[in-house]
């Protein structure tokens, strides 16, 4: 009785010693812990240390994913997007899959490779059967979109998730406030100034407006003096140069304006909107 | 027999109740041992070494240095700072391998090649020059960066036959070219292209190649000048002046910009020639010996 009873107490010591927490789950909340107090690069030493000690591949999927996060917390889209590849292809569900995938997309958003994030929410769309990965995949199209500048398709992505997103309304918003470059111009041929004034510099196109009168005086004056040499000078040095400049100013002001409009848009977006972001 | 059985039974317990677990926790004995152990340090600081994580490496292999004296480490450390542009600490670092048994070359040629790196030139040919501590074994390789060096900086150049029997014969007609580029550079002097310009508008763009900027100057002079003349000539004096005004100041501002130029032009090159010899060398690594360990 006495031997059994010291088998059994021997066994219970010898199994709760192997079920302590191990050196790589200890090692794993370290390079977390790290992580969450935003000391990246000792983070990724971390994780590399657990990849390369751990056989088992068990934390591969982790380690790589949060690798990639702390890139992407320091900007190196590059780097993050080569980890969270990794983290795709030591993933074991479905859902690991997505979310690395996703996150390359998000990688390709910030960096500005929106044709390769297209590429891969097309990917993604073709073997998307839930709702919620589909509403998901139109969410960060929608982003793609914005990044490229054009807040019509962007709107048109987000109204599939719901017709009423604030992101939906956020974008036809932007849409609305643009102006239209060709308009500016066309209207600077037909009376200068026009353009500047329609874009909402009004200073700038009344002084075109008097430039190019002040300049087509002159030139009508030398022409009607049978001073020609005078009135081609004048034409040429004076007057084509206020009018063609007149035109290039309105174009370029309407460019500038639309450049500001949507990066306030996503000035806004990156500061004060709560919902998640690339 | 009976008793040979009642303890062999004992003996299957004490297997499945203790070895058992062992041979199925057996991956928790790697988990168990110390991550942050010198050997474990070493290893991981090789894997990331290897995966050329220098940065990272050097911090593993620090803190094995600390328990362990290892020259081979101590070299891969150095190395870990050259290869991540930090040239002094690498210098330092391969200094302390000077007395090495079996790394004493290696590490020689390494600092050379750090001080190099680092544009340190003055210390590479005092160094040089003083036969402070010469990698017997790489001295060739030595003296040819030390000739190299003469193209990176300001310095005057050495004599053409120690120049050029440094290199080998499949080089020589690039280093030779390098060497009287660096040596008569194809300079234009902005006070003759300024002084030109002054003379006939345009002039001195053309002496510094910029054929059409010359012929547009003397054309806008000329043309304003002309003007000028004629509104003077008709009594039109308010527009004489204007363009008289106009005249003087674009050829001011021809002759500036002959002079300004001549400058931009010789800067270019410079930059061409430094670029070129970088581009050279770099691709060729400096013809300098690849050191594995």
């Given at each position: 009785m006495k031997k059994k009873f010291l088998i059994i107490l021997f066994y219970l010591v010898a199994v709760s010693n192997y079920a302590q927490p191990d050196n790589l789950s200890i090692q794993l909340d370290y390079a977390t812990n790290l992580y969450n107090n935003n000391q990246f690069f000792d983070a990724i030493t971390e994780?590399?240390?657990?990849?390369?000690?751990?056989?088992?591949?068990?934390s591969h999927f982790k380690a790589y994913f949060q690798i990639g996060k702390c890139y992407k917390a320091g900007a190196k889209l590059d780097d993050a997007i080569k980890y969270f590849?990794?983290?795709?292809?030591?993933?074991?569900?479905?859902?690991?899959?997505?979310?690395?995938?996703?996150?390359?997309?998000?990688?390709?958003?910030?960096?500005?490779?929106?044709t390769?994030?297209?590429q891969l929410l097309d990917g993604l769309e073709s073997s998307a059967f839930s709702k919620e990965i589909r509403d998901s995949i139109y969410y960060w199209r929608g982003w793609t979109y914005m990044f490229e500048d054009k807040w019509q398709s962007a709107s048109d992505s987000f109204a599939k998730i719901n017709p009423y997103h604030e992101l939906k309304i956020l974008c036809d918003r932007v849409e609305k406030d643009k102006v239209s470059v060709t308009f500016a111009t066309v209207i600077s041929y037909i009376l200068p100034g026009a353009g500047q004034i329609y874009t909402g510099n009004y200073l700038s196109g009344l002084l075109s407006l008097g430039w190019?009168?002040?300049?087509?005086?002159?030139?009508?004056?030398?022409?009607?003096?049978?001073?020609?040499?005078?009135?081609?000078?004048?034409?040429?040095?004076?007057?084509?140069?206020?009018?063609?400049?007149?035109?290039?100013?309105a174009e370029q002001f309407a460019l500038e304006k639309n450049i500001g409009i949507a990066n306030n848009t996503l000035i806004y977006l990156q500061n004060q909107f709560k919902g998640i972001k690339p | 027999m009976k008793g040979f059985l009642i303890n062999n039974k004992f003996l299957f317990c004490i297997y499945f109740l203790f070895l058992l677990p062992i041979v199925l926790y057996s991956q928790n004995y790697i988990d168990q041992q110390n991550l942050f152990s010198p050997e474990s340090r070493l290893?991981?600081?090789?894997?990331?070494?290897?995966?050329?994580?220098?940065?990272?490496?050097?911090?593993?292999?620090?803190?094995?240095?600390?328990?362990?004296?290892?020259?081979?480490?101590?070299?891969?450390?150095?190395?870990c700072f050259y290869k991540i542009g930090r040239?002094?600490?690498?210098?330092?670092?391969?200094?302390?391998?000077?007395?090495?048994?079996n790394l004493q070359q290696e590490s020689k040629l390494a600092y050379y090649k750090s001080v190099f790196f680092q544009k340190n030139y003055s210390l590479f040919r005092i160094s040089f020059n003083n036969e402070f501590h010469i990698p017997w074994d790489y001295k060739d390789e030595i003296k040819r960066l030390y000739y190299i060096s003469f193209f990176f900086d300001n310095s005057v150049l050495p004599d053409t036959n120690n120049f050029f029997s440094s290199f080998p014969d499949s080089n020589k007609s690039?280093?030779?070219?390098?060497y009287f580029r660096k040596k008569f550079p194809e300079y234009k002097n902005p006070t003759t292209a300024a002084l030109l310009s002054g003379l006939i508008p345009g002039l001195g763009k053309i002496y510094v190649g910029e054929i059409t900027d010359?012929?547009?100057?003397?054309?806008?002079?000329?043309?304003?000048?002309f003007l000028a003349i004629d509104n003077f000539k008709h009594n039109h004096n308010f527009r004489g002046w204007l363009f008289a005004g106009l005249g003087a100041y674009f050829y001011g501002g021809n002759i500036y910009g002959s002079a300004a130029a001549a400058q931009i032009f010789n800067a270019g090159v410079k930059f061409n020639f430094d670029s070129d010899v970088r581009l050279y060398f770099e691709k060729r690594n400096y013809l300098l010996p690849e050191i594995k360990l």
């Open positions: 994780y590399k240390r657990l990849i390369f000690f751990d056989l088992s591949k068990k590849a990794l983290a795709e292809m030591n993933s074991n569900t479905d859902d690991e899959r997505l979310k690395s995938k996703i996150e390359i997309v998000r990688c390709n958003i910030l960096r500005k490779t929106t390769r994030a297209h190019n009168i002040v300049s087509a005086y002159l030139t009508i004056k030398s022409f009607n003096a049978d001073r020609v040499f005078d009135g081609f000078a004048i034409l040429t040095l004076l007057w084509q140069r206020f009018y063609r400049g007149n035109i290039q100013n | 290893k991981f600081g090789s894997y990331l070494y290897s995966e050329e994580d220098y940065l990272r490496a050097s911090v593993e292999f620090r803190e094995y240095l600390k328990y362990v004296d290892n020259d081979t480490v101590r070299f891969k450390f150095a190395t040239f002094q600490e690498a210098a330092d670092n391969f200094k302390g391998l000077f007395t090495s048994r690039v280093i030779k070219q390098f010359g012929f547009t100057s003397l054309l806008v002079t000329g043309v304003l000048t």
